[in-house]
């Protein structure tokens, strides 16, 4: 049977976008994507108790201060987390950099490293890790830097073509624009509804994607943080569609056929020049789209908050080792 997921497949590389391995078993996505909130639910989910336990003794036996502990924890849960995802993903995982880093080029630079040499004493090369930075110019000059490590990036909380352009001066592998946060903008500011095909999000990561193709950029557009299956749709043909289990699992029970809506040959009717991205002009630019600037600003604190809730969950259990 021809399912929804079987035939976007066809057309756009899935990523599950979940930390339950079951999950990604079940929906055979190529790679996989995590930040703090999927894996603070999945640190309490009882079928990684093992798992997590393992982590902490091999923490707590390790030299460190005790005042460095619950972030060496963090560390390599995450890794651990990605290491185990990768047994079951053909391709990679994005692991993410803490978010109160936003704004820090050289925290970003540091910790991006120590994530990849954890991955990289556990035998795994780091083509196989995207690391998961916000883009605000510091996490996109972050990205450059790591570039020149042979570090990929994956730029997440993406709501503008001006981030877009940035990063793709920047050579960044990938980035992650948002398309359901921007509806959820929209919709709170107008008090509209949009069908798909005029959902501001699809817009957006159509127009970015246009962008990239028309002036033959490399870093690949990753649609995120979806709000149903129509959004999805009206994105097959994009380089990847990062999709939650619970739409994943609708995608997979629909029967039924998808038309590819982007592809690289589709770009003529794009009308934005080639424009360039200094730091000047990103601000002036961002700072110009309410949208982007509030969702961003939004987006680290709600991160930041997923961060301090995920250290509160490590601290107490490493209390309890």
């Known amino acids: 049977m021809n399912t929804l997921l079987s035939q976007l497949k066809q057309f756009s590389v899935i990523v599950a976008d979940t930390g339950d391995f079951e999950s990604?078993?079940?929906?055979?996505?190529?790679?996989?994507?995590?930040?703090?909130?999927?894996?603070?639910?999945?640190?309490?989910?009882?079928e990684y108790a093992e798992l997590v336990q393992r982590v902490l003794r091999q923490v707590k036996k390790s030299p460190q201060p005790t005042s460095q502990e619950v972030s060496v924890a963090m560390d390599h849960l995450a890794v651990a987390f990605g290491i185990e995802i990768l047994k079951i993903v053909p391709n990679r995982?994005?692991?993410?950099?803490?978010?109160?880093?936003?704004?820090?080029?050289?925290?970003?630079?540091?910790?991006?490293?120590?994530?990849?040499?954890?991955?990289?004493?556990?035998?795994?090369?780091?083509?196989?890790i995207l690391i998961k930075v916000a883009s605000s110019w510091?996490?996109?000059?972050?990205?450059?830097r790591?570039?020149?490590?042979?570090?990929?990036c994956n730029l997440t909380l993406l709501f503008s073509l001006p981030q877009a352009i940035a990063c793709a001066e920047a050579e960044v592998q990938l980035i992650s624009p948002f398309v359901g946060r921007i509806l959820?903008?929209?919709?709170?500011?107008t008090a509209k509804d949009y069908p798909p095909t005029e959902d501001p999000g699809v817009v957006s990561v159509t127009q970015i994607y246009k962008y990239y193709k028309k002036y033959g950029y490399k870093t690949e557009v990753m649609g995120?943080?979806?709000?149903?299956?129509?959004?999805?749709?009206?994105?097959?043909g994009c380089d990847l569609l990062t999709i939650s289990p619970t739409l994943l699992d609708e995608l997979q029970k629909t029967p039924g056929t998808v038309a590819r809506k982007l592809s690289a040959e589709s770009v003529g009717d794009l009308d934005v020049p080639k424009m360039h991205m200094d730091e000047k002009t990103f601000r002036w630019m961002l700072?110009?789209?309410?949208?982007?600037?509030?969702?961003?600003?939004?987006?680290?604190?709600?991160?930041?908050?997923?961060?301090?809730?995920?250290?509160?969950?490590i601290e107490r259990k490493l209390a309890e080792v």
């Open 24 to 46: 990604i078993r079940k929906y055979q996505p190529r790679d996989a994507t995590t930040n703090p909130t999927l894996l603070q639910k999945a640190a309490d989910m009882a």
């Open 93 to 128: 995982v994005s692991t993410e950099v803490d978010s109160r880093l936003s704004f820090d080029v050289e925290g970003s630079v540091a910790k991006a490293r120590q994530l990849i040499s954890l991955y990289e004493a556990a035998g795994v090369a780091r083509e196989r």
């Open 138 to 144: 510091e996490g996109i000059c972050a990205a450059r």
């Open 146 to 152: 790591l570039k020149k490590d042979k570090i990929n």
């Open 184 to 189: 959820d903008w929209f919709k709170k500011n």
């Open 224 to 236: 995120a943080s979806f709000r149903n299956v129509g959004e999805i749709l009206e994105l097959a």
């Open 287 to 313: 700072n110009e789209n309410q949208m982007a600037t509030e969702k961003l600003s939004e987006g680290i604190r709600t991160f930041t908050a997923d961060v301090i809730k995920l250290e509160k969950t």
